[in-house]
């Protein structure tokens, strides 16, 4: 159905209506992580069981129709180790790591019946308690989901659900009640900053491209996500892609644009997927095309997919991507606002700043101010990994610390095998491969763009990786430079040629071959890449040598000084050790030790003292059990 100005609020009534008159519902997963654990499948089963039922199951409520039990692929709900995870409403009981023989219990238990099914439920390791809903789980009760709040619940590929919750209620008044400056004013009021790493004022990129002369003007959604381990503005492509369109089109009525494009690397197929059903549903339903809400203004949305070049991520580099020519940099000024796509005045924002737009127009600058701190408004969301309980996607206001991150949400450090170590936090990555590494004195450092850029890491799209006591910061240093040497497009020598050189020289320390001048000289190349690289790749590149050079540079000196890896990574600087298992207690590398390093009684296994040792091989060569490893 075409409609010039669709009713937005029968929409919501009669949808509502149905859902009303439903018994059940049941939403399953169907983020990447999950669909890759199964959760199509889970979804299929309990399908199955509800009909075995007799019972009317619609897999889309629609206003128009009535069903006893109803189910829907939702996107990610941010728990992802504990997928496939299945809720059924309204007792909102919330089903972890579900497999396709666990539907018929769930259907007989909470479908046919009202209980739980007990064997199912999270139990937090922490304390022991069974949590019934998300409610009780502290991964989710911590958080502040304001921009990721609907997604799981919604069916991220429904348009009248979308709407039931009051979705395009917002770009509706932008069109219609506001005008372009207004919109400017109120983003830039609300204190909103660009959430994929450079932190500028959304509101003031606007107002800066809303006067650019010419009738024809861009906006782009850069969803060129490309840091390891991030995968925030995936998730909300995926789980609520009527939100990111929503947050276009007031971005595209703010500076008088009537066309715009999503950027989605073509590693995303399901969002590329979701994004693109989402435009076809507003175009048919009348809220993108001609005369959008009756106004007179039209506006085009294309998705178009990426290559999955990192530095795509930069907006010039990105522009180019999308006139065909090979993803790199330019200089400015011109300015994207100035002389973006095609010459045209164009505004980039990325997912998650445009997906938080609406909640501003809809509720106003002071409600968001009212969240996060002075100079950073509102909430962050990050992807919390690495060695920490709780994995997954998360949502925060901004002046919350590291410590209630990694130790409220994430639930502590873990050693390698999962355990809880009491005393195992060591270092965070925050910010991404551009992002630095911090220690245990930044815990209690609330979190937002000043404090981290003031300790040389930063935002950044909102990587956040936990590393225990064994891990290497130099091999740390090494991972990322690694991959922003494999990511830098090479038209700047310093980013082109300096990442190289940073690489070889943390490989040289890591295999043994530096000297003290080593650091010295990674520093001194750090530095110069900091400051002549030409885009945002090559100036922040170095921040994980240089914050792990500035609060780790004990652990180089030990490599390059001492010959040993404090971690025990580095193969090259293993020391020897006696494997108690092989040992007979015979004695013969003791005699053979020409430091005295090793201890023993006869006839009882050895050990070797490793600040004596100076690995001499000795003790490997007198072994007839082969008990000596490590050399």
Same mark, same amino acid.
């Given at each position: 159905?075409?409609?010039?100005?669709? +009713?937005?609020?029968?929409?919501?009534?009669?949808?509502?209506?149905?859902?009303?008159?439903?018994?059940?519902?049941?939403?399953?997963?169907?983020?990447?992580?999950?669909?890759?654990?199964?959760?199509?499948?889970?979804?299929?089963?309990?399908?199955?069981?509800?009909?075995?039922?007799?019972?009317?199951?619609?897999?889309?409520?629609?206003?128009?129709?009535?069903?006893?039990?109803?189910?829907?692929?939702? &996107?990610?709900?941010?728990?992802?180790?504990?997928?496939?995870?299945?809720?059924?409403?309204?007792?909102?009981?919330?089903?972890?790591?579900?497999?396709?023989?666990?539907?018929?219990?769930?259907?007989?238990?909470?479908?046919?019946?009202?209980?739980?099914?007990?064997?199912?439920?999270?139990?937090?390791?922490?304390?022991? %308690?069974?949590?019934?809903?998300? $409610?009780?789980?502290?991964?989710?009760?911590?958080?502040?989901?304001?921009?990721?709040?609907?997604?799981?619940?919604?069916?991220?590929?429904?348009?009248?659900?979308?709407?039931?919750?009051?979705?395009?209620?917002?770009?509706?008044?932008?069109?219609?009640?506001?005008?372009?400056?207004?919109?400017?004013?109120?983003?830039?009021?609300?204190?909103?900053?660009?959430?994929?790493?450079?932190?500028?004022?959304?509101? *003031? *990129?606007?107002?800066?491209?809303?006067?650019?002369?010419?009738? *024809?003007?861009?906006?782009?959604? +850069?969803?060129?996500?490309?840091?390891?381990?991030?995968?925030?503005?995936?998730?909300?492509?995926?789980?609520?892609?009527?939100?990111?369109?929503?947050?276009?089109?007031?971005?595209?009525?703010?500076?008088?644009?009537?066309?715009?494009?999503?950027?989605?690397?073509?590693?995303?197929?399901?969002?590329?997927?979701?994004?693109?059903?989402?435009?076809?549903?507003?175009?048919?339903?009348?809220?993108?095309?001609?005369?959008?809400?009756?106004?007179?203004?039209?506006? $085009? @949305?294309?998705?178009? !997919?990426?290559?999955?070049?990192?530095?795509?991520?930069?907006?010039?580099?990105?522009?180019?991507?999308?006139?065909?020519?090979?993803?790199?940099? +330019?200089?400015?000024?011109?300015?994207?606002?100035?002389?973006?796509?095609?010459?045209?005045?164009?505004?980039?924002?990325?997912?998650?700043?445009?997906?938080?737009?609406?909640?501003?127009?809809?509720?106003?600058?002071?409600?968001?101010?009212?969240?996060?701190?002075?100079?950073?408004?509102?909430?962050?969301?990050?992807?919390?990994?690495?060695?920490?309980? %709780?994995?997954?996607?998360?949502?925060?206001?901004?002046?919350?610390?590291?410590?209630?991150?990694?130790?409220?949400?994430?639930?502590?450090?873990?050693?390698?095998?999962?355990?809880?170590? $009491?005393?195992?936090?060591?270092?965070?990555?925050?910010?991404?491969?551009?992002?630095?590494?911090?220690?245990?004195?930044?815990?209690?450092?609330?979190?937002?763009?000043?404090?981290?850029?003031?300790?040389?890491?930063?935002?950044?799209?909102?990587?956040?990786?936990?590393? %225990?006591?064994?891990?290497?910061?130099?091999?740390?240093?090494?991972?990322?430079?690694?991959?922003?040497? +494999?990511?830098?497009?090479? *038209?700047?020598?310093?980013?082109?040629?300096?990442?190289?050189?940073?690489?070889?020289?943390?490989?040289?320390?890591?295999?043994?071959?530096?000297?003290?001048?080593?650091?010295?000289?990674?520093?001194?190349?750090?530095?110069?890449?900091?400051?002549?690289?030409?885009?945002?790749? &090559? $100036?922040?590149?170095?921040?994980?040598?240089?914050?792990?050079?500035?609060?780790?540079?004990? !652990?180089?000196?030990?490599?390059?000084?001492?010959?040993?890896?404090?971690?025990?990574?580095?193969?090259?600087?293993?020391?020897?050790? @006696?494997?108690?298992?092989?040992?007979?207690?015979?004695?013969?590398?003791?005699?053979?030790?020409?430091?005295?390093?090793?201890?023993?009684?006869?006839?009882?296994?050895?050990?070797?003292?490793?600040?004596?040792?100076?690995?001499?091989?000795?003790?490997?060569?007198?072994?007839?059990? %082969?008990?000596?490893?490590?050399?």
């Amino acid at each position: 159905m075409i409609a010039a100005t669709v +009713n937005l609020e029968l929409i919501k009534e009669n949808y509502l209506k149905a859902l009303g008159k439903t018994q059940r519902q049941i939403v399953v997963c169907a983020g990447t992580a999950c669909v890759a654990n199964g959760s199509l499948k889970v979804f299929e089963a309990v399908k199955e069981q509800v009909e075995k039922k007799d019972l009317d199951v619609s897999v889309k409520l629609e206003s128009d129709k009535d069903a006893d039990v109803v189910m829907a692929k939702t &996107g990610c709900r941010g728990f992802c180790q504990v997928g496939p995870l299945v809720t059924v409403r309204p007792q909102e009981y919330h089903y972890v790591r579900v497999k396709p023989e666990d539907a018929a219990e769930i259907v007989e238990s909470s479908v046919a019946d009202d209980k739980p099914v007990e064997r199912l439920l999270y139990s937090d390791p922490a304390t022991g %308690n069974t949590c019934r809903t998300t $409610k009780d789980i502290p991964f989710y009760t911590r958080q502040n989901r304001t921009v990721l709040d609907e997604c799981g619940k919604i069916d991220a590929c429904n348009i009248e659900e979308y709407i039931s919750h009051n979705g395009y209620f917002a770009a509706r008044k932008a069109f219609t009640e506001m005008q372009p400056q207004q919109i400017c004013d109120q983003v830039l009021e609300s204190g909103l900053r660009g959430r994929g790493g450079g932190g500028f004022p959304t509101g *003031k *990129k606007w107002a800066l491209t809303l006067p650019q002369p010419g009738e *024809k003007k861009y906006v782009i959604c +850069n969803g060129d996500e490309g840091d390891p381990g991030a995968f925030m503005d995936r998730s909300l492509m995926e789980g609520n892609p009527h939100r990111v369109l929503e947050g276009m089109m007031i971005a595209a009525r703010a500076i008088g644009a009537d066309e715009a494009y999503v950027y989605v690397r073509a590693e995303y197929p399901l969002a590329v997927s979701r994004v693109s059903e989402a435009v076809r549903d507003a175009e048919q339903l009348g809220i993108l095309g001609e005369d959008v809400f009756g106004t007179g203004s039209s506006l $085009k @949305i294309k998705v178009l !997919e990426g290559a999955g070049a990192f530095v795509c991520g930069e907006e010039t580099a990105l522009i180019a991507s999308i006139e065909g020519r090979r993803g790199m940099p +330019n200089p400015k000024p011109p300015f994207p606002a100035q002389s973006g796509l095609w010459g045209r005045p164009t505004c980039i924002n990325n997912v998650e700043t445009l997906a938080t737009v609406p909640l501003i127009i809809q509720h106003g600058a002071e409600y968001f101010k009212s969240m996060g701190t002075e100079n950073s408004a509102g909430t962050k969301t990050f992807a919390l990994t690495g060695h920490v309980a %709780n994995t997954g996607l998360i949502e925060v206001p901004f002046g919350l610390t590291l410590r209630e991150i990694v130790f409220g949400i994430g639930g502590g450090v873990t050693d390698d095998d999962g355990s809880i170590l $009491k005393d195992g936090f060591k270092a965070v990555q925050c910010g991404g491969p551009s992002g630095g590494c911090l220690t245990e004195e930044h815990l209690d450092l609330p979190i937002d763009y000043d404090n981290l850029r003031n300790i040389g890491a930063m935002v950044g799209s909102g990587g956040l990786v936990v590393m %225990n006591r064994k891990t290497c910061m130099v091999q740390i240093a090494h991972f990322f430079m690694q991959f922003t040497q +494999n990511e830098s497009c090479g *038209k700047c020598v310093p980013c082109r040629e300096g990442t190289k050189q940073m690489l070889r020289l943390l490989e040289d320390i890591i295999e043994g071959r530096a000297a003290l001048e080593t650091i010295d000289l990674l520093e001194r190349v750090a530095s110069a890449v900091s400051k002549g690289s030409l885009c945002g790749l &090559g $100036k922040t590149a170095p921040n994980p040598v240089l914050t792990t050079l500035k609060y780790f540079r004990d !652990e180089y000196i030990a490599h390059v000084v001492h010959g040993k890896c404090p971690a025990g990574q580095c193969k090259a600087y293993a020391m020897p050790e @006696i494997d108690p298992e092989k040992c007979i207690g015979c004695g013969l590398c003791k005699k053979k030790c020409p430091v005295d390093a090793i201890e023993g009684e006869k006839k009882q296994p050895h050990v070797i003292d490793q600040d004596k040792c100076i690995k001499c091989g000795a003790c490997a060569e007198a072994c007839k059990f %082969n008990a000596v490893i490590g050399m």
